[in-house]
């Protein structure tokens, strides 16, 4: 694996976290995008030390896309 592709070998399980967050009822299926006071929410660790842990990263993954369009 590259150094230019460490996230996708940091995540192992993608969807988990929209799937845990869909279960609970805090996300629809239709949702584009996770929102952020959902993310920060779920990252207090009211759901899990798992899910925390999973939605700071997500919060971490999402700001490195600032000033990117998107495409």
Same mark, same amino acid.
């Given at each position: 694996?590259?150094?230019? $592709?460490w996230?996708? #070998?940091?995540? $192992? =399980?993608?969807?988990?976290? =929209?799937?845990?967050?869909?279960?609970? #009822?805090?996300v $629809?299926?239709?949702?584009?995008?996770?929102?952020?006071k959902v993310?920060?929410?779920?990252?207090? #660790?009211?759901?899990?030390?798992?899910?925390? =842990?999973?939605?700071?990263?997500?919060?971490?993954?999402?700001?490195?896309? $600032?000033g990117?369009?998107?495409?």
């Amino acid at each position: 694996m590259s150094v230019r $592709k460490w996230i996708k #070998g940091a995540i $192992k =399980r993608p969807g988990a976290l =929209r799937s845990t967050l869909q279960g609970l #009822g805090l996300v $629809k299926p239709t949702q584009a995008r996770i929102p952020m006071k959902v993310l920060r929410e779920a990252a207090r #660790g009211d759901y899990g030390p798992q899910t925390a =842990r999973r939605a700071r990263a997500a919060i971490t993954f999402r700001s490195f896309r $600032k000033g990117k369009r998107k495409s």
